[in-house]
């Protein structure tokens, strides 16, 4: 059985898809943000964010 891959090897990845693969909540995620362990999330949208 071969595996999906869930994130992309290259460019930008949306929340949802990082939070499969690191088992946080949103507000911890967001709270990693700000202490600088996890990236700035970056504007590919008007709306969207990844």
Known sequence: ??????LPE???AKLAQVLKV???S?????RGIAAGKY???VKIGSRSSA
């Open 22 to 24: 690191i088992p946080v």
């Open 1 to 6: 059985m071969v595996q999906e891959q869930i």
């Open 39 to 41: 990236p700035k999330p």
């Open 10 to 12: 290259e460019g930008f």
């Open 26 to 30: 949103k507000s911890t995620w967001f």
